[in-house]
């Protein structure tokens, strides 16, 4: 009897002892790996294809000293521009005038154009603070979006890209309240052309739910982070937590339609969230082929 137990005591502890392992190995690896991620897009104005990345979600992390690798990795694939999509900074470089940023930004201008949207986090720092950080990154040659658009000349093809923070449904609310905020007077204005489209949305969620793709019939592709896919992600299962969408979300990762016309790529980003380190979840460089 004695024996039996035993046996099954120790069965037991090289099983949790194998899955402590396994788990340690996959949060260094994801905290510290970059993978890349790539979409073929259609978007049937444009007449030849082009080649954007996305970085989001980095939050002040460090790829190799002055982020050297994490550029290396964004050169080698080339791209015709880069959309940053939000949540850049951290408390730390924030004391420092977001100098670290600041760098990565000028580093990613000398491989392509750079156009910027804000996160929720950008948006927490006070409006001195940030409004100085915009100025600098400005004068750098980013273009920085926030409620507004540019079209642009990208990989020889000519895109209407914007950015917002703003929810694209009335988010409680009323109808009046909706249709006088910047973000509807934004994108309504956004529409009204016969380029393709590209809205960078930090947090999808303001694109994805009250059936939000219904106010916009010309937005072509939203692209977004926010989620750090899901945090950690199990293995079937998914991602397990997203900021506002919560435990097991549904929109977590990767390409998503929005009704019939309105493409979605969400990014799960670049660093962990907050305390929570990305465990089986690789940070991530996204390249989008649109032709
Ligand atoms: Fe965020």
């Not at 890349?36 to 000293?65: A, F, M, P, Q, W």
């Not at 804000?118 to 409620?147: A, P």
């Not at 449904?169 to 249709?179: A, D, I, L, S, V």
């Not at 979605?264 to 032709?291: A, D, H």
Request: glycine share 10%.
């Amino acid at each position: 009897m004695n024996f039996k137990r035993n046996k099954l005591k120790k069965t037991v502890v090289i099983i949790l002892a194998f899955v402590l392992v396994i788990t340690i190995t996959a949060t260094i690896i994801s905290n510290a790996c970059i993978k890349v991620s790539e979409y073929t897009i259609n978007l049937s104005e444009l007449s030849g294809s082009v080649r954007v990345v996305v970085i989001s979600d980095l939050h002040g992390k460090e790829y190799g000293r002055d982020n050297t690798r994490l550029l290396a990795k964004i050169s080698e694939q080339r791209p015709d521009s880069i959309f940053v999509v939000g949540d850049m900074l951290d408390d730390g470089d924030a004391k420092n005038g977001f100098s670290k940023t600041v760098k990565l930004l000028s580093g990613l201008l000398d491989i392509a154009p750079v156009y910027f949207s804000y996160g929720n986090q950008e948006k927490e720092y006070n409006s001195d603070i940030i409004n100085r950080f915009v100025e600098t990154i400005t004068e750098n040659g980013v273009v920085v979006l926030d409620d507004s658009f540019v079209d642009c000349e990208i990989g020889g093809q000519i895109i209407r890209v914007g950015g917002t923070m703003g929810h694209a449904f009335p988010f409680g609310r009323t109808k009046e309240e909706f249709e006088n905020s910047n973000e509807y007077i934004f994108l309504k204005d956004m529409e009204k052309t016969s380029l393709p489209t590209v809205v960078l949305a930090h947090m999808p969620d303001t694109f994805i739910f009250n059936g939000a793709h219904q106010y916009w019939s010309n937005i072509d592709l939203v692209v977004s982070g926010h989620t750090h896919g899901g945090v950690v992600r199990l293995p079937f299962v998914g991602g397990v937590y997203s900021p506002m969408q919560g435990i097991f979300p549904e929109y977590d990762y990767g390409f998503y339609m929005l009704g019939e016309n309105m493409k979605m790529v969400i990014t799960s980003g670049l660093s962990g969230y907050k305390f929570i380190p990305r465990v089986f979840n690789l940070p991530e460089i996204c390249v989008l082929n649109l032709g």
